[in-house]
């Protein structure tokens, strides 16, 4: 977390970038359920850059880790549990910008986000014991065959009732980018 002015207005510019994006990233994910490499490509790049600009080769060091950690559940998610991959895209660029340890703060504020956005939803479509079975069942399959944490439906079985209940991850990347932001800076 910033110790001195010059951090602070660092801080303030990563995150005002990061939230700014994640912005964009929310609406275009609403209205498109997509996020664009358009925008995921060249905020990777540009994170980086300041990252060595402002830190040299350690912050280009702290930029990638930073970059591999916040991208690592999403592609994880991607690979096993239908998540996006431009999710995991936009989380690792995000990561470039705001370095390792404002990266942690932003990526478990992210997960809390998704996590009280996907209550809220199952509250409110009266679905709360089906979606916390699911996650139940989800947990327990993984855990004990080491594999994917989804079983497949014969011919898309059920799947009315998920596809309507499925949340686009970008709001809750804006919102949990919006909470980090302020938690870092006001503290």
């Known amino acids: 977390m910033p110790t001195d002015i010059a951090d602070e207005k660092i801080a303030a510019m990563q995150w005002g970038v990061v ?37 040299g080769l350690a912050g280009l060091v702290d930029s990638v880790e930073a970059c591999v950690v916040l991208a690592l559940p999403y ?20 990561g470039a910008w705001l370095g390792l340890k404002q990266g942690v703060i932003a990526l478990f504020c992210v997960a809390a986000a998704g996590i009280v956005i996907a209550v809220a939803k199952a509250i409110a479509r009266k679905r709360l014991r089906f979606v916390l079975g699911n996650i139940f069942v989800a947990v327990c399959t993984f855990l004990l065959s ?25 709001v809750a990347i804006f919102a949990g980018f919006c909470a980090g932001g302020l938690f870092v800076l006001l503290w």
């Open 19 to 55: 939230i700014g994006a994640s912005l964009l990233v929310a609406i275009f994910d609403l209205r498109t359920r997509r996020i664009p490499n358009a925008i995921t490509g060249p905020l990777l790049l540009a994170g980086l850059v300041q990252a060595t600009w402002i830190g």
């Open 75 to 94: 592609v994880v998610m991607f690979l096993f549990a239908h998540g996006g991959a431009g999710d995991a895209k936009f989380m690792g660029a995000a």
């Open 146 to 170: 080491g594999h994917g944490m989804t079983q497949d439906k014969p011919d898309g079985a059920g799947s009315e009732q998920t596809d309507s209940f499925i949340v686009p991850y970008g």
